[in-house]
Each structure stands twice: as C-alpha cells, then as structure tokens.
C-alpha cells in the first residue's frame, strides 16, 4: 500500500524491506515542479527514519519517463537563474542517505532525471531507457556533473556533457553508470530481487561497504585504507560478525541485529 507523504505527485511504499519512492507525474514526463521535488526530500526522509527500509528504490511512474528534468514552464514562469543547493534531492550533498540507493529508470533520464540516477550508488533500466544531460541544448547548466568522470571514463563524461546526445540503456551499461539492463516488463521484479539480494545482507556490513566504495573518490587513496579500517572496525567487533559465522556453520539464515 502506498502512504502519502505529503503530495500525490510521489508516493512511497515499502515492499518486503525495499521502499518504492516513485514520481508520479506521467502525463508531464515525470518531471520535477515544486510538488515532485518536496515530496522527493520528505520521501527520502521518510526512509532514513524507516526501521523496515532497507533499501530505496527511485523510479517514475509509467514506461515512457524516469525523470524528464526540471519543469521548465515553471522554471521559465519563476525565472529561475541559479537552482538552490536544495533544488532536488542530491544524496551525500543536500541530504545524507547511508543505506543503499538504486535508480529503476524505466524511460528516459534527462537533465535532472540523469541526476537522480547519478545521485543513487545503483543503477537498473529498462532496454528502453535513455540517458543525457541535455541542459547544454537549453543554455541551462549540469554543476550537479562534477562526480561523474568518477563513475565512467572522463572522455565519455566529457561527450555527454558536451553534446547532450542521449544514450541507449545498452551504451549506458557499457559504459558503467548502469549496473544491469532488463527488459521494460521485467524492470520491477528485476529491481526488487537485486535490492533483496542487498536488504538480506548484515546492515553495518552493507553500510560500511557503502562507505568504503565512495571512499577513494573522496579522499586520497593514501589515506583511504586507514579510513576504511576504521569504518569496518565495529563491523567484526558487532554481534553479526559473530553470528553470520555461527549460522555458516549450523547451515542456517542469519538473524542480523545490525548494532
């Protein structure tokens, strides 16, 4: 069942451990007015305070956008210039989100859209998924790109920012910023048996490895390896350290208490 949390324009729903947060604006391709963009943030704290939410899913409603970007009859009507820090949620910038993020982008991502499915730790689309950063055919700008020769090979990030072509969900792939590529009806079922695969793991184990993984992106590998130690250290100090060890061995699940 779907709650609301403060606009129809997103809705939230928790579906054995994993949260759906889906933009529901199909008939304006999914893209972000005010509406769509506070109920992203309430949506996203909605999961950090969410004890039975391992795991966030970001998608669009419908097969034909994820997230087209900004709503730009209302940005040309408010004369936006310079979008606020807090325009739309942008995870470890804006609003912090330690357990795992996966972007289920079912149509096209552009602009904004592209930035929500950068700002996820994972990615799954749809074959007939299409991603760009189409701001620079509008005069509009991508600072919200900074990370991404990152995730991918600098020349591509560099072809993408610079042409605003659109990319297949296959080339996304290939490139690395999509983890895997469905088919358009499997995308759901697809999404949540891999974020199960995530939400049946220890929990500081998962947010530790989170942590680790953006560790060299932030800090110089010099001083990533003693950081990472000290991340992991309460991880094999916790009791499922412990007890995935002792259910290995008695051939049985884990009951993880994650403190």
Not at 213 to 236: D, Q, R
Request: charged share 20%.
């Amino acid at each position: 069942m779907a709650h609301d949390i403060s606009t129809a324009a997103v809705t939230y729903e928790v579906r054995n451990s994993i949260a759906w947060l889906t933009i529901n604006r199909p008939d304006a391709r999914n893209s972000l007015n005010r509406a769509v963009r506070e109920g992203l943030f309430a949506g996203v704290r909605r999961f950090n305070d969410d004890e039975s939410a391992k795991v966030l899913v970001l998608t669009g409603s419908g097969d034909k956008a994820f997230c087209a970007g900004g709503d730009l009859k209302e940005m040309s009507q408010e004369q936006l210039t310079v979008p606020p820090v807090d325009f739309v949620p942008q995870f470890g910038r804006n609003i912090e989100v330690d357990k795992p993020t996966i972007a289920a982008v079912n149509g096209a991502a552009f602009a904004g859209g592209f930035l929500l499915a950068q700002t996820c730790d994972l990615c799954i689309a749809s074959s007939t998924a299409t991603f760009a950063i189409s701001e620079v055919k509008i005069g509009r700008g991508s600072p919200w790109a900074a990370p991404l020769p990152l995730m991918i090979p600098p020349r591509i990030a560099m072809e993408i920012v610079l042409t605003g072509a659109a990319l297949t969900a296959q080339r996304a792939y290939e490139i690395g910023f999509v983890n895997q590529v469905v088919e358009p009806g499997e995308l759901a079922d697809a999404t949540q048996r891999f974020a199960e695969l995530i939400a049946a793991n220890a929990p500081l184990s998962v947010s530790a490895g989170k942590k680790t993984a953006k560790l060299t992106a932030e800090h110089p590998l010099s001083g990533a390896f003693e950081m990472a130690e000290k991340i992991w250290e309460p991880v094999y100090l916790s009791d499922d350290a412990q007890e995935g060890m002792l259910a290995f061995s008695e051939k049985r699940r884990p009951h993880w208490k994650g403190h």
